[in-house]
């Protein structure tokens, strides 16, 4: 013989109110013509269930709403690596700041103010927005491929690559 009991309703069965987070209430099955049926009632409401068929019951703990996890990266987190990266010659973390750059530029972090060309690079000129300063930025010619490279390189170092996300022209 098989049994099917139902899934606890998260409302009480005679009043009706749904329980809260981490609240006690009480399961009852009632057999009825060999069919179990589940009501779920509020404390306040356990001694009005009237005593049917009861089989069994038993305490019950509305679980608690997981914590949300925080899966991206706050803004911050780019900001403060695109400052890092200021100074930086190397090949890898110019293009990797430059990617930032267009992240920031997106979040309206940065803004772009002009573009020069000097020593045969050419320069983004952005407007720090959250520190009122303007500060360069070296465009290297990258293709989307690199840019993606990139962009995939920076999702997996904040673990965050679901939300990291750069528009390309």
Known sequence: ?????????KVCFLCERTFAEEEI???VLYDENNTFT????CLGCWDKKGEGNIFSFWKTKVPK????VQRYAKIDVFYDLFNKLENETELSRINFRYVLSLYLMRKKVLKLR????????EYLVLHNVKEGKDTEVIKPHLSKEEVLAVTDEI?????CAPQFSVGIT
């Open 65 to 68: 709403k997981p914590e949300t």
């Open 25 to 27: 209430y009480l399961s």
């Open 38 to 41: 589940r009501k779920d009632f």
């Open 155 to 159: 999702g997996r170092l904040v673990n």
């Open 114 to 121: 002009t573009t020069h060309k000097s020593n045969g690079n």
């Open 1 to 9: 013989m098989e049994w099917y009991i139902n899934r606890g309703s």
